[in-house]
Nanobody
């Protein structure tokens, strides 16, 4: 079965950096778009960033554009999220997700509805 395992979360001061990593298994990784979402306390889960199957296309929420970078390594079955210039409002549980459908056309999936598989989440806390 599909497994997505996140790592790299933690506590960091505002202005600092963290790198999240997600290791995927269970399906041919390169066939699936990937994404990162987050959920802050009392808020709904929201899209953070997504990446196409090849990694050539990426997308970001406006709130993280210019600070976060998504990347993937299809040889290692991993997708990473480099987070720089972190702010207290970035505090949330971060989830790695994989779309349900394989071989989608070149592009990035933005809607939570397209993602059928989720990791357990990793906590990111940014102190002011």
């Amino acid at each position: 079965q599909v497994q997505l395992v996140e790592s790299g979360g933690g506590l960091v001061q505002a202005g600092g950096s963290l790198r999240l990593s997600c290791a995927a298994s269970g399906r041919t990784f390169s066939l699936y778009r990937m994404g990162w979402f987050r959920q802050a306390p009392g808020k709904e889960r929201e899209f953070v960033s997504g990446i196409s199957r090849s990694g050539s296309r990426t997308a970001y929420a406006d709130s993280v554009k210019g600070r976060f970078t998504i990347s993937r390594d299809n040889a290692k079955n991993t997708v990473d999220l480099q987070m720089n210039s972190l702010k207290p409002e970035d505090t949330a549980v971060y989830y790695c997700a994989q779309v349900s459908s394989p071989r989608l056309p070149l592009g990035v999936s933005l809607s939570e509805d397209e993602y059928g598989y989720w990791g357990q989440g990793t906590q990111v806390t940014v102190s002011s």
